[in-house]
C-alpha cells in the first residue's frame, strides 16, 4: 500500500498521473470498526467491479482535536496502527491529508473541486455521517450535488450491532468504562496497542513476575485501569500474559498517567528496546492498592491462573 501524504495546497496533478482512476473510502475511521470496515470494504468491493484501484482518504491530525470539540486527542488507532490495518485489507493508496488551518479554510465545494476532483476519483463511498469543508458543513448529500455528476457518491449506512449503532465513541466509552466485551464486539477485533519495552523500576522480577513496561508509539485511548489477559506479539510470535494497566496504588508512585505492563507467560528474554503489540482479550478485574507485598503477590498469581483460564477459552 502507498502511503500518500497530501497537505493542501499541493500540486495534486502530478499524484494523479501516478496513481490513475480510483475508488476513494473517505473519513477519519479511527478505530477502524465495523462501520468503518463495512465502508472500506463497499470501496473495494466497487473497485474491484469496475476494474480500478481502491484507495483510501483520511485526516491527520483527527480533526475534532484539530477544531477543539473534544478534549481528547487519543485514538483508538493511530495512525500507524491505523495504515496496518488498512494495508491488511488490501487497500492499494492511502491519503493522510493534512488537517490544518489551510484545509479547514476550504469550503465544501473547494473541497470536492481542488482536492476530490484534481485526484481523479471515478467514486467516493463514505458515511452517513460524513462532514468536510468549513466548519463540517459538507454532507453526503452536498457532496453527491457537487460532484456534479463527475464522480460517483455512494453512502454508506450506519452499522448496527444487536441494536446498537457502532461508533469510535461508544467503543472509547466502553474501553474507559472496562467493558472491553462491547468495545472487542464492535471494533470486530480486540483492542490492541503498541509500544516499546522500557526500563521500569526492576520491582517486577523481585515479585517473581517480570513485566515488560510499554512507552506507546503514540496516543491511544487508555482503557479503564485494570488488570487484562492479553495477547502480546513479540519478535513476530505471539505470548500470552496478563498485563497491568495503572499507577500502582501500592508502590504510591505518585504517577498520574498510567503504565502498561505485561508479563508473558513461559518466557524470560530481555527486550528492553523492542517493539511489542498487545491484544486485550479480556478484562479481569479493577486496579487495587494492597496492604502487603505478599497479598499483591498472591492477587497476581490469581490473576495469571484466571488469565490462562480465559485465554484457554479463546478461537
Ligand atoms: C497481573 C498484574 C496485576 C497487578 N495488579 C496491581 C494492582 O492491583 N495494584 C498495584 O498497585 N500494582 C499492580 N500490579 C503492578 C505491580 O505493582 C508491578 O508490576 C510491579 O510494581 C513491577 O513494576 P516494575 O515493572 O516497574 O518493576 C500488577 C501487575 C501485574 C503483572
Ligand atoms: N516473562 C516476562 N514477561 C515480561 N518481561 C520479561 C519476562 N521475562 C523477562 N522479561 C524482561 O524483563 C523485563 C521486566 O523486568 P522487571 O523487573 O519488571 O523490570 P522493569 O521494572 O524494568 O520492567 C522486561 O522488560 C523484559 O525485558
Known amino acids: 500500500m502507498h502511503i500518500l501524504p497530501i497537505s493542501y495546497p499541493m500540486d495534486l496533478d502530478k499524484l494523479v498521473q501516478f496513481v490513475g482512476k480510483q ?3 473517505i473519513g477519519d475511521f479511527d478505530g477502524v470498526h465495523l462501520g468503518h470496515q463495512e465502508v472500506i470494504g463497499r470501496a473495494l468491493s466497487t473497485a474491484k467491479r469496475l476494474g480500478l ?6 485526516f491527520s491530525p483527527h480533526p475534532r482535536a484539530v477544531m477543539g470539540q473534544d478534549k481528547y486527542v487519543e485514538l483508538l488507532t493511530p495512525t500507524k496502527k491505523k495504515m496496518a490495518f488498512f494495508e491488511s485489507m488490501g487497500v492499494n493508496h492511502t491519503y493522510i491529508v493534512t488537517f490544518d488551518a489551510s484545509l479547514m479554510r476550504l469550503s465544501p465545494e473547494q473541497f470536492v473541486d481542488q482536492v476530490l476532483d484534481r485526484l481523479g476519483v471515478d467514486s467516493v463511498i463514505c458515511g452517513f455521517d460524513f462532514t468536510f469543508g468549513f466548519q463540517g458543513k459538507g454532507t453526503p448529500d452536498s457532496l453527491c450535488e457537487l460532484s456534479h455528476g463527475k464522480f460517483s457518491v455512494e453512502v454508506v449506512r450506519p452499522f ?9 465513541t461508544r467503543i472509547r466509552e466502553a474501553l474507559q ?17 503498541s509500544g516499546i ?3 521500569g523500576a526492576k520491582r517486577g522480577r523481585t515479585l517473581g513476575f517480570p513485566t515488560a513496561n ?5 496516543s491511544y ?3 479503564m485501569n485494570g488488570v487484562y489477559a492479553v495477547k502480546a506479539t513479540v519478535r513476530g510470535e505471539v505470548y500470552q500474559g496478563v498485563m497491568n494497566i495503572g499507577i500502582k496504588p501500592t508502590f504510591e508512585t505518585g504517577e498520574l498517567k498510567p503504565s ?17 503489540t498487545v491484544e486485550l482479550i479480556a478484562f479481569l478485574r479493577p486496579e487495587r492498592k494492597f496492604s502487603s507485598l505478599d497479598d499483591l503477590v498472591a492477587q497476581i498469581k490469581l490473576d495469571a491462573e484466571e488469565a490462562k483460564h480465559k485465554l484457554s477459552l479463546e478461537p
Open 160 to 168: 448496527h450491532m444487536n441494536g446498537e449503532k457502532v461508533s469510535s
Open 177 to 193: 468504562d472496562g467493558d472491553l466485551e462491547t468495545a472487542t464486539r464492535l471494533l470486530g477485533r480486540p483492542y490492541s496497542i
Open 214 to 218: 510499554l512507552q506507546l508509539d503514540e
Open 23 to 25: 475508488v476513494v473510502a
Open 221 to 223: 485511548v487508555p482503557p
Open 53 to 58: 484501484e481502491a484507495a483510501i482518504m483520511t
Open 260 to 276: 502498561f505492563e505485561a508479563h508473558l507467560f513461559e518466557f524470560s528474554e530481555q527486550i528492553y528496546g523492542e517493539t511489542v
Open 197 to 199: 519495552v522500557v526500563d
